[in-house]
């Protein structure tokens, strides 16, 4: 498994994605939003973070960085899987590559904290850190069968308490909470290796 | 030619907007005024050079629509073109 975790400048996630990574024996690279080279990997990462300071709105302009025309053509040839963690599910969302857009946290405060979650019918626990964290559904839209990972506690209003999205037909997983940062026990929580399991097993399909 | 453009951005009707909230909050507890209705947005102000004022419009259509807003949240209003 070869895994290609991409950078923008202000993704501070990046070193947590490749450990975590790297914790399930898969082989890391760094790639660089200037670059355009996505030879040769099964699953390419969208880390946390603040792409481009978050100016505007969060991944508004990361979404023109030449990677990301890359990252479209990456889930044309069907190549692996995509994804976005926080930042880079606000970039996801920001490009289109998934359904609607997170905005600003009902509370309107930057949210750090452990949170339960539903997933897969049962609860896990992981981090979430973020100001812009709701996620608003687009009108009309049936996210019945995306809805893979959900808030029991909604702690920023999102719709349908909507922490995750999976489109299963083009492989684009992306979520708010922070698996990575849920994987050694000397940082506390270790569900997020049940996510990077998900991950495993979605890619050997 | 140079023009010059200002932008106003604002979140769609029925999305909750959490600053206008805690503005509206303040105003109530202070007495200030209890039935004021705040939503915030942005402000942005544009200067580029075009041939003519279509030109001038059309991009500056293009820069709202994929830079300053996301219509899944956002509309955005152009309340001023002018040539300077």
Redesign the interface.
């Known amino acids: 498994m070869k895994a290609g975790i991409i950078v923008f400048p202000g993704t501070n996630c990046d070193r947590d994605t490749f450990e975590a990574c790297s914790f399930f024996g898969w082989e890391c690279r760094y790639i660089w939003h200037n670059e355009t080279d996505l030879n040769n990997l099964d699953a390419i990462f969208l880390p946390g973070g603040f792409s481009y300071g978050d100016y505007?709105?969060s991944g508004?302009?990361a979404k023109f960085s030449p990677i990301i025309q890359e990252v479209k053509n990456f889930i044309k040839r069907k190549q692996g899987i995509i994804i976005g963690i926080c930042n880079g599910f606000q970039i996801l969302?920001?490009t289109k590559l998934l359904p609607?857009?997170l905005?600003?946290?009902?509370?309107?405060k930057f949210i750090c904290d452990d949170t339960v979650l539903t997933f897969q019918n049962t609860e896990i626990t992981l981090p979430i850190a973020h100001k812009e964290g709701r996620y608003?559904a687009?009108k009309g839209k049936n996210l019945c069968n995306m809805m893979f990972l959900q808030y029991k506690n909604n702690p920023n209003?999102s719709d349908y308490d909507i922490a995750g999205l999976y489109d299963r037909e083009n492989k684009i997983l992306a979520m708010m909470p922070h698996p990575e940062r849920a994987v050694f026990k000397e940082t506390g929580l270790t569900d997020g290796r049940k996510i990077f399991e998900f991950i495993q097993k979605e890619l050997n399909k | 030619m140079k023009y010059y453009a200002e932008i106003k951005v604002t979140l769609k009707d029925g999305i909750k907007d959490p600053q206008g909230l805690a503005a509206e909050t303040v105003l109530k507890r202070t007495g200030i005024n209890e039935s004021a209705s705040i939503r915030a947005g942005k402000f942005f102000e544009i200067e580029l050079e075009a041939a003519k004022k279509e030109e001038a419009l059309e991009n500056i259509q293009t820069i709202c629509e994929e830079v300053l807003s996301n219509p899944c949240l956002e509309k955005y209003e152009i309340l001023k073109v002018k040539q300077v």
């Open positions: 505007i709105c508004r302009l969302c920001e609607g857009v905005t600003t946290n009902i509370n309107n608003i687009p209003g």
